[in-house]
């Protein structure tokens, strides 16, 4: 595990960005699949990507959505977020958009096998120590690939749709995710973590027991993981991890 602690929000954007365009690159001479994140997060990173990739040519690079919400309005809720923070600023293509939805989900990860395999999954921290739609308190273990998770799990995670559906009349009963055993087959992964809210999970996530019920956790056994944390969320860290 690589952990880069950044000043600030500003920093960790930026960072964030050479991270990502350094794997959109190889787009020039080879198939890339990257799969991002939407949310508050990324918006400072996507806002230095953008006015880059509006001015190359990647054919090559494909864009896969981690998880959705296949709102009841008929609507999107992961891809039409997307859409709106990464895909029309950046000027992407139809073509390179890669759909992950309710009714392909029992047979994606064998798709993205046949794909060559997700080169960069990158993600952000969920309050819970959720990644992807991998809820605290979804998952009995680890060997789940791509699934189905229920709404109603708890009240928390009904408000959080509601927020990302526009309303709870928009909720879904279920929504779909990449699992755990989706996510640790992709050659690298990036986390994102701001803000002292997160300082908690991220110590959890860093330093806890790896256990489902911090479904993060399991990301720091991957290969070749890199963690970034502005000041904020990394200031409950050991000094050992920090510098470790």
Not at 106 to 117: E, I, S, V
Request: with cysteine; hydrophobic share 40%; glycine share 10%.
């Amino acid at each position: 595990m690589k952990l880069n602690i950044v000043e600030n929000y500003g920093e960790l954007s930026r960072l964030a960005a050479l991270q990502l365009l350094a794997v959109l690159a190889q787009g020039c001479e080879k198939r890339v699949n990257v799969s991002i994140t939407g949310g508050a997060t990324p918006a400072g990173a996507y806002e230095y990507v953008s006015p880059l990739l509006r001015g190359l040519e990647l054919p090559n690079v494909h864009y896969y959505n981690f998880d959705e919400i296949p709102m009841k309005n008929g609507g999107k809720a992961t891809l039409d977020s997307l859409r709106e923070l990464f895909f029309e600023p950046c000027g992407i293509r139809e073509v390179q958009i890669e759909t992950f939805d309710e009714h392909n989900y029992r047979t994606y990860d064998q798709k993205l096998r046949a794909d060559g395999g997700l080169d960069l999954v990158l993600m952000g921290l969920g309050g819970d120590g959720h990644f992807c739609g991998n809820i605290a308190g979804s998952l009995a273990d680890f060997g789940v690939g791509c699934h189905t998770v229920d709404s109603d799990l708890n009240e928390w995670l009904m408000g959080l749709l509601a927020d990302a559906c526009g309303g709870s009349e928009n909720v879904p009963d279920q929504f779909v995710t990449f699992g755990p055993a989706t996510v640790m087959e992709a050659k690298k992964l990036i986390l994102i973590v701001s803000g002292e809210k997160k300082a908690e999970i991220l110590k959890k996530a860093l330093e806890g027991p790896v256990t489902p019920e911090v479904p993060a956790s399991v990301l720091r056994l991957h290969p070749d993981i890199t963690v970034i944390a502005d000041r904020a969320a990394a200031s409950r860290l050991k000094e050992e991890t920090i510098h470790g």
